[in-house]
C-alpha cells in the first residue's frame, strides 16, 4: 500500500479523523458546503459497526453509503487502515497550531465561551455536536445562545421552542453527565428599538446566561441608539452587551462600519449595572474596536471573551479575542469567562 502521508499512522478511527477536518476547515473560515461534506460523512458511518466500515473500504463501496462522497472515501479508507489521511495531515500543518501567536496565557485561563450558535438558529451544526467540540477544546462550560423571535433571519427562536431547547439542554448534560462539562442555558436576545430585550421576561428568567446585542437599525442616530443601548443594560436580565458597534472589518458579508452611539455612557452603564462587554472574537467583527475596548477597560467594566461561534471548529476562535484583551491590559479577573462556573452563574443570576 502506497503511503501518501509520509509514514504517519493514525489510530483514532474514521469518525474521529473527518470531524477534526472538519473541525480545522471551520476554523480555517472555509466554506460551510465543504465543512458538511465532512460531517455529514461522519454521521453516516458513525453508527456503523467497524467491520460494516471496513468492509466497504475493501470493498470500494464508501462512495455508495449517503453523504459519502470520494475525499471523506479516501478520509475513512486512510483511517480504517491506521495511515494518516492526506487531508488531515495536510490541514494539521496548515491550520494545526494556536489560531493567534498572541494571548495565549489569557485564552490557557478561560474556563468557557458565552456565546455560540446551534443549528436551531442560524448555526451550521447540532447542539451536541458544539457540546462535544467545547468538551474537546477543555471548556468547562458552553452557554448556547441561539438568536431570539425578531431575528428572523437567523431562524430566532420563538418562545415555544427556547421552551423546547431548554429541555434539550437538560438531556444533554445527563447524556453527558461527570464528564467536568456543563451546557449552560443561554439566549443572544435582540435589543429591539426602544431597548426592549426581544424574549418573555419569564423565560429570560429561566436561562443561565443572557447575551443581548443589537441587530436591526445599526444606523439610527447616536443619541436613539445610546438610549436604546443604556435602557437594555438597565434590563435586570442582561448579563453580557453582544458585538456592541455591529461592525465588520471583512469576510464575505462585506464590511459596514460600526453604529453610533456614547459610547462613554453606555459603558459607564454597564460598569454601574454589571453587564460585562462582550470582545467578540469573530475575525470579521473584532467588535469592540480597540479605542472602545480601551474605554470600556479604564471605566471599570467587566468582559466577557465570546466565540459567537456557528460552527464547532469557531469555537476555537477565542484566541483572537484573547490576542486583544492582552493587547489591552485587561486584568483576567475582569473577564467573566476565566471565572469558575459557580462563580459565573451567581454574577449572571445575582
Ligand atoms: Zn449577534
Ligand atoms: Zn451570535
Redesign the pocket.
Known amino acids: 500500500m502506497s503511503d501518501r502521508s509520509g509514514g504517519q499512522s493514525w489510530d483514532g478511527g474514521a469518525v474521529a479523523a473527518l470531524r477534526r477536518i472538519a473541525f480545522l476547515l471551520e476554523r480555517a473560515r472555509e466554506d460551510t458546503y465543504k465543512v458538511k461534506a465532512f460531517r455529514g460523512a461522519a454521521a453516516t458511518i458513525l453508527p456503523m459497526p467497524e467491520a460494516e466500515v471496513r468492509a466497504a473500504v475493501e470493498a470500494g463501496t464508501l462512495t455508495d453509503l449517503p453523504g459519502v462522497g470520494a475525499s471523506s472515501a479516501r478520509v475513512i479508507a486512510d483511517a480504517v487502515r491506521g495511515v494518516m489521511p492526506e487531508r488531515l495531515a495536510r490541514l494539521e500543518a496548515e491550520h494545526g497550531g494556536p489560531v493567534t501567536a498572541g494571548g495565549q496565557e489569557l485564552r490557557a485561563a478561560l474556563r468557557g465561551d458565552l456565546h455560540s450558535h446551534s443549528d436551531w438558529s442560524d448555526g451550521g451544526s447540532p447542539i451536541e455536536e458544539m457540546a462535544f467540540t467545547a468538551i474537546e477544546l477543555g471548556h468547562e462550560y458552553l452557554v448556547l445562545t441561539d438568536h431570539s423571535p425578531r431575528l428572523t433571519v437567523a431562524h430566532g427562536l420563538s418562545a415555544e421552542r427556547l421552551t423546547r431547547q431548554l429541555g434539550v439542554v437538560d438531556a444533554v448534560n445527563e447524556h453527558l453527565g461527570g464528564a467536568g462539562f456543563t451546557l449552560l442555558k443561554g439566549i ?1 436576545v435582540d435589543i429591539l428599538d426602544d431597548g426592549a430585550l426581544d424574549q418573555t421576561d419569564e423565560l429570560l428568567a429561566r436561562l443561565d446566561v443572557r447575551v443581548a ?1 443589537v ?1 436591526s437599525k445599526l444606523k439610527m442616530d447616536a443619541d436613539a441608539m445610546t438610549r436604546r443601548m443604556v435602557a437594555a443594560i438597565r434590563n435586570p436580565r442582561m448579563n453580557v452587551l ?2 456592541c458597534t455591529g461592525r465588520l472589518v471583512t469576510g464575505n458579508r462585506g464590511t459596514r462600519p460600526g453604529s453610533q452611539f456614547d459610547a462613554k455612557t453606555v459603558f459607564a452603564a454597564c460598569a454601574e449595572h454589571d453587564v460585562a462587554v462582550e470582545i467578540n472574537s469573530r475575525p470579521e467583527r473584532r467588535d469592540p474596536p480597540t479605542r472602545l475596548l480601551e474605554l470600556a477597560r479604564d471605566l471599570g467594566c467587566l468582559f466577557s471573551i465570546d466565540s ?1 461561534a456557528h460552527a464547532p471548529g469557531q469555537l476555537d476562535f477565542l484566541g483572537f479575542g484573547c490576542e486583544r484583551a492582552e493587547q489591552a491590559g485587561i486584568d483576567p479577573d475582569r473577564i467573566v469567562n476565566t471565572w469558575p462556573k459557580d462563580r459565573l452563574l451567581a454574577w449572571a443570576n445575582g
Request: charged share 35%.
Open positions: 443572544e446585542s441587530h453582544g458585538h459567537d
